[in-house]
């Protein structure tokens, strides 16, 4: 089952990677797809049993899918420079 959320603090391609590479590890979850400029994640899910847990890895990462605060802000731009970093 192919699943979808729209989350905030999508910045760049640095993002992207840090987002693809964190719920890749989650089992079940595959065919990750990413638009930064929508800030939208697309992801399959065999049994639909992981839409919260992506959205709760989101969450912590700085890329809730609601309004974000301050802190989720501040998590986002580490995440960014760290798929920015990884990506090299």
């Known amino acids: 089952m192919t699943n979808s959320i ?3 603090n999508i910045k760049c391609g640095g993002c992207a990677n840090s987002i693809q590479k964190k719920l890749s590890n ?3 979850v ?3 797809e ?3 400029e929508e800030g939208k994640i697309s ?3 065999a049994t639909s049993d992981h839409v919260e847990e992506v959205k709760n890895t989101l969450a912590k990462m700085g890329y809730p ?4 605060t301050l802190m989720q802000t501040a998590k986002s731009f580490v995440s960014c420079a760290i798929g920015r970093l990884d990506k090299n």
Do not use: H, M
């Open 26 to 28: 989650i089992t079940g």
């Open 65 to 68: 899918e609601g309004d974000s």
């Open 34 to 36: 990413i638009d930064i």
């Open 43 to 45: 992801w399959t899910d």
């Open 30 to 32: 595959s065919n990750i």
């Open 6 to 8: 729209t989350v905030q």
